[in-house]
Each structure stands twice: as C-alpha cells, then as structure tokens.
C-alpha cells in the first residue's frame, strides 16, 4: 500500500481549514486545537471511572460477522469501570464503538464544545470509543458518510485512511460498510490480497489532545497501539453523491443485508466475503 503521513498543523483558522482540507476532502491533523476544553487536562481512565464508572456499555471485539448478528450488534456488555480495569490489566479485544456520550453520559458535556471549523456540526451525535492494547476496528466507512473530527485520548492510535476511488482496491465486501475482516491493514499480506499494493491512502499516529479529520466517505482502520478512547464529532455529507449513498445504505442496503442473513444464513455471509476477493482481483 502507498500510504502517506497526514499533514499535521498546531492550530488551523476556518478559513485555513474550508480551503486547504474540507474543499478538496484531504485529512489533517490538528495538534493544539483543544488544548482550552476542559476535557484536554481532565479526560483520562481515571476520571471517566469516577464520572460513569458505573454505567453498563456495550462491548465489541473482532471476531468475525455472523449472521445471527444484527447490524452494530454488542458481542458483551460490563460496567464502565470493570471494562477500564481491564483495559490497564492487560490486553483485550473488546471495545466500545459509537457510544452516544449525549444520551449515556451527559455529565461529560459540559467538558468539551463543538468547534467552528466551517461546517455545521450535529449536536445530537457526539460519539465515544474505547479500545485496549493492539485492538483494532475493520477498515469500514460509516453508513453515513459524515464528515468526522476524531479527538483522541490517553494512549496512542494508529489510524489508516482511503477515499471512496480505492474502495476497488481493498476487498469491500458487498452490501456492507467493511472490507474483508481477515486483512490485517497494519502488516498486510500481499500474496493474499494482491490488490491491496495498488491501494494509495493516509497514515498516521493519533496522541492525547489530538485531531484527525476524516473527510465524508473515508474508509478509516484505527488501532490501539496503547488502552486509550476517543471522541468524534461528525457533520452532514455536503457531496450530493454521498449524500444519497447516505440515504441509500440508511434505508435500503443495511435493511436489505439483515433480511438477506434471516433467509440465507451464514452461506450469506460467506458468499459476501467470496464475491469480496473475486471482485477485487479482478483489478489486477
């Protein structure tokens, strides 16, 4: 994979940020743009336990899709503060993955605001994501195709993105937000996913305080290289094309997938993952 460091600025002006990265839909880091929120000095394990320690969250891990399943369905669920202890225990794959930290944990709001960088930002969805040593998301892209600012804390954060024209690239499995689960994205093995060296995206390591625009569409794999969480806030794909793949994968592709795993099963599942690799080597 040609994969190329994401631009890094300190701080970054509306102006700066609408014609340099949200125009032409190029991510950027931004090292010092909070480093006034409350959260920037107040946000770690420790005083997330204190605040919602108590609060039961849905847990995720990387095996893979089933067909029993439903769509952003939790493998587990614990306690806020027994899931923390374990992230500093010791290594596990569970996760937690979009949090609604509006509706779950309002106490927090009031430790961060929504930044003016150009473009509308929806209140309603600020997103939390929790993750332990060397777990990982699949490469997916979201079902909205949002816009997506990443804040990042405690811990370290490997992060690799694609725009939508690799998507031919890098094994998307049909009728579905993700690419073929067995590929690791960190250390790919190009014998088995040939394509994957013609794929050309961004890299980057995320650190506490930071900011990693996704620009609508992007597919984006994210790995803990450290226990840490993060923060996104997204706004509304402006692109009439992904604004309608937005509606099309809202109310058509995801209802359609589910019914299609009801009547098919797991032989569903395996023909989307077969029809994955045929597809995509055809490319070569």
């Not at 899931?83 to 996760?95: F, H, N, Q, S, W």
């Not at 996704?214 to 840490?228: F, L, N, Q």
Request: hydrophobic content about 35%; glycine content about 4%; proline content about 6%.
């Amino acid at each position: 994979m040609d994969l190329k460091e994401i631009k890094r600025v300190k701080t970054i002006t509306k102006k700066e940020f609408r014609e340099n990265f949200f125009k032409p839909q190029v991510p950027v880091v931004l090292e010092e743009s909070i480093k006034d929120w409350p959260a920037y000095s107040k946000w770690n394990f420790e005083y997330i336990k204190d605040k919602v320690g108590d609060i039961t969250v849905p847990l995720y891990d990387d095996r893979p899709v089933d067909y029993k399943d439903g769509f952003n369905e939790p493998h587990s669920k614990m306690k806020m503060s027994d899931y923390i202890d374990l992230l500093l225990a010791k290594p596990t794959k569970y996760r937690i993955f979009l949090w609604n930290l509006l509706k779950e944990a309002p106490v927090l709001q009031k430790d961060y605001n929504y930044p003016d960088f150009g473009i509308k930002l929806m209140k309603k969805l600020p997103m939390l994501f929790f993750g332990g040593y060397n777990s990982h998301t699949f490469m997916h892209y979201d079902i909205d195709l949002a816009n997506i600012f990443h804040f990042h804390f405690e811990g370290r954060k490997e992060c690799i993105l694609f725009s939508q024209d690799q998507t031919k690239f890098i094994y998307k499995v049909p009728h579905s937000l993700i690419t073929h689960e067995s590929i690791d994205f960190s250390n790919p093995d190009y014998n088995k996913w040939p394509a994957l060296k013609k794929a050309k995206g961004y890299k980057t390591h995320l650190s506490h305080g930071e900011v990693l625009y996704i620009p609508e569409g992007y597919w984006h794999y994210m790995k803990y290289v450290s226990p840490g969480f993060s923060m996104s806030l997204r706004g509304i794909a402006r692109n009439p094309v992904n604004l309608s793949k937005a509606i099309y994968n809202v109310f058509v592709m995801r209802h359609f997938d589910n019914i299609m795993r009801r009547i098919k099963g797991q032989a569903w599942i395996d023909k989307k993952n077969e029809k994955a690799i045929i597809q995509t080597n055809r490319q070569l």
